[in-house]
C-alpha cells in the first residue's frame, strides 16, 4: 500500500488495573501497588507502513521496570493479527510507542477494536479499547484497493532483454475475478528501481490480460540503500476501473523477475567497484 500520512487518534483514556505483587519484608503480607495504562494516541506512520504495523501509544503511571510482556491488535477490522512477544520497558514519564500488526483487512466487518496485553506485574490479559480511527480508515482504504485487483491485478511479465544497468519486460494486467474494465497508470518505481512506461495499461471488458512495454533501470547502486530498503520488489501505480477515480495501489514481482532485479542491481554495483 501506498504511503499514507499519520492519522491521530483522538485522546483515549482508559485506566486498567494493574498489580504487582511485592514483599514488603520477611513475615509480613505482600504489598500489591496499583498501576494504570491509558491509550494515548493511535497511529499510522511512514515508518512502520511498509510493515503494516500501527504505533499504539500508551500511558499511565506504572512501576519502574514494568513490561509489556506482549501485545496484540483484537479487532474485528482485521483477521490473524500477529501477537508481539518482544517485551517493551514501559517509560514512566512519557507515552510508550507499541508497534503491533494488523492482519488481514476483513472487508464490510464493523465493530471495537481493542490492544490486549500481558505485563511483568500481571499473568493474565488486559485489554486496552482503542478508538475507531484510523484503524476504520486503514480497513476502509485496503479494502478498496481489495475490490480493484478483485478486476485486474498488476505485474510485470518476462524480461526479454537485459544489461548491467537495466532490463525490458512488460507491465501487465491480469484478469481477477470481475469483468469490469481496468486501467493501470502512473506506475513509479522505489528507491532502488526506476519504471518507464510509454502508455497506461487497458485491460478491456471481456479481455483476461493487456499489456505495454516497460523498462526498469537501477536508480542506486550502493549496498546501504539495498539494506535500508523496505520495498525493494514492490511498485505503485494508479488503478481505475470503469472510469471511476483512480485508486493508489501497490503490486510486488513473480520471484523469477525478482531474481532478475536482484541480478540487475549486483551487476550494477559492480561496474561502480572501484
Not at 485506566?15 to 513475615?27: E, F, I, N, S
Not at 518507464?196 to 478491456?204: F, H, I, R, S
Not at 513473480?254 to 550494477?268: D, G, I, K, N, V
Request: charge should be negative.
Amino acid at each position: 500500500m501506498v504511503p499514507r500520512r499519520p492519522a491521530r487518534a483522538a485522546l483515549v483514556l482508559v485506566a486498567v488495573a494493574l498489580t504487582a505483587t511485592v514483599a514488603a519484608c520477611a513475615g509480613t503480607e505482600p504489598v500489591q501497588p496499583e498501576a494504570s495504562l491509558e491509550v494515548v494516541e493511535v497511529s499510522f506512520p511512514r515508518l512502520t507502513q511498509a510493515e503494516r504495523k500501527v504505533f499504539v501509544n500508551v500511558a499511565g503511571d506504572v512501576p519502574a521496570g514494568m513490561r509489556i510482556t506482549s501485545a496484540a491488535l483484537d479487532s474485528p477490522l482485521f483477521t490473524d493479527s500477529p501477537v508481539r512477544d518482544t517485551p517493551k520497558l514501559l517509560w514512566t514519564d512519557r507515552e510508550t510507542p507499541i508497534a503491533v500488526g494488523l492482519g488481514v483487512p476483513a472487508c464490510g466487518a464493523t465493530g471495537p477494536s481493542a490492544l490486549v496485553v500481558t505485563t511483568s506485574v500481571d499473568d493474565g490479559e488486559v485489554r486496552l479499547p482503542l478508538p475507531d480511527e484510523p484503524l476504520t480508515s486503514i480497513q476502509a482504504e485496503e479494502c478498496r484497493v481489495e475490490a480493484v485487483f478483485d478486476v485486474a491485478q498488476a505485474g510485470f511479465g518476462p524480461v526479454t532483454a537485459a544489461d548491467d544497468r537495466q532490463l525490458s519486460t512488460t507491465l501487465t494486467l491480469e484478469r481477477g475475478t470481475q469483468g469490469s474494465t481496468a486501467t493501470l497508470d502512473g506506475v513509479a518505481g522505489n528507491i532502488i528501481f526506476a519504471v518507464d512506461v510509454d502508455a497506461p495499461v487497458v485491460l478491456a471488458e471481456g479481455e483476461q490480460s493487456a499489456s505495454v512495454p516497460a523498462v526498469i533501470t537501477v536508480r542506486r547502486c550502493d549496498s546501504h540503500a539495498f539494506a535500508e530498503s523496505k520495498k525493494t520488489y514492490v511498485f505503485a501505480g494508479l488503478e481505475a476501473v470503469d472510469g471511476e477515480e483512480p485508486l493508489a495501489v501497490e503490486f510486488g514481482v513473480e520471484p523469477s523477475m525478482q531474481a532478475a532485479l536482484l541480478a540487475l542491481f549486483e551487476a550494477c554495483g559492480a561496474l561502480e567497484m572501484p
